[in-house]
């Protein structure tokens, strides 16, 4: 059981480049969320999903873009990387309500 | 709004050492409250929780108990072990807030043998 798969593990990117980060679960959750997770701050909520066709904003949207088209799959889009966007970013799923995050292992990218 | 705070870190014990990490929440509403723990490397996973005021969450040796009076939910653990070397995140979420779950900054402890 796979769980929550997430790629690239590591990416270098160059001001106003642009990237997807991948996001994949095998569990059946409905429920799919992006994190980024800065020193000292915790994570941020990005992005969340409540089922394929279904996307919304958490509390640091802005530079980013998501789409949901299927169950499994939640793909986060940079479109214009600025330095402010290194980070450390977690794509999770869960059943929804007060049931457990499954996280994935995250992906490192810096831009400078 | 709703949000956590933990007690700064970082944390370093000697091995079969007690572990306390404080948390208290601001909320709302009635809160459910988590323990994650992330181990180096890899992403968070929770520890425990507990949904309402008064129960106690357990695993893995560590407990901590929802406070509503005190608005808390602290991390203990008797005797830690070099495996227990991880960054701990507090957490909530509500029904008004969509169940999304609002991180404290987490903790790190570093246990050693």
């Known amino acids: 059981n796979a769980g929550v798969t997430q790629t690239p593990k590591f990416r270098i990117l160059k001001i106003g480049q642009s990237m997807t980060l991948q996001c994949a679960q095998d569990?059946?959750?409905?429920?799919m969320y992006w994190y980024r997770q800065d020193p000292g701050m915790g994570l941020k909520l990005i992005y969340y999903s409540v089922g394929a066709g279904i996307t919304d904003k958490g509390e640091v949207p802005n530079g980013y873009n998501v789409s949901r088209s299927t169950t499994e799959d939640f793909p986060l889009r940079l479109e214009l990387a600025a330095p402010s966007q290194t980070s450390v970013y977690f794509c999770?799923?869960?059943?929804?309500?007060?049931?457990?995050?499954?996280f994935g292992n995250g992906t490192r990218l810096t831009v400078t | 709004g709703d949000s956590v705070t933990q007690m700064e870190g970082p944390v370093t014990l000697s091995e079969e050492a007690f572990l306390t990490i404080n948390c208290t929440y601001t909320?709302?509403?009635?809160?459910?409250l988590f323990w994650y723990v992330q181990y180096p490397g890899e992403g968070l996973q929770l520890l425990l929780k507990?949904?309402?005021?008064?129960d106690k969450g357990s695993n893995k040796g560590f407990e901590a108990t929802y406070r509503k009076e005190t608005t808390s939910f602290h991390l203990e653990k008797g005797s830690v072990q070099v495996s227990d070397s991880a960054v701990y995140f507090c957490a909530l979420s509500y029904l008004g807030n969509d169940y999304k779950l609002s991180f404290g900054a987490g903790t790190t402890v570093t246990v050693r043998a």
């Open positions: 999770a799923s869960s059943y929804g309500g007060n049931s457990p995050l499954h």
């Open positions: 569990m059946n959750h409905n429920y």
């Open positions: 909320a709302t509403g009635y809160p459910s």
């Open positions: 507990a949904t309402k005021a008064d």
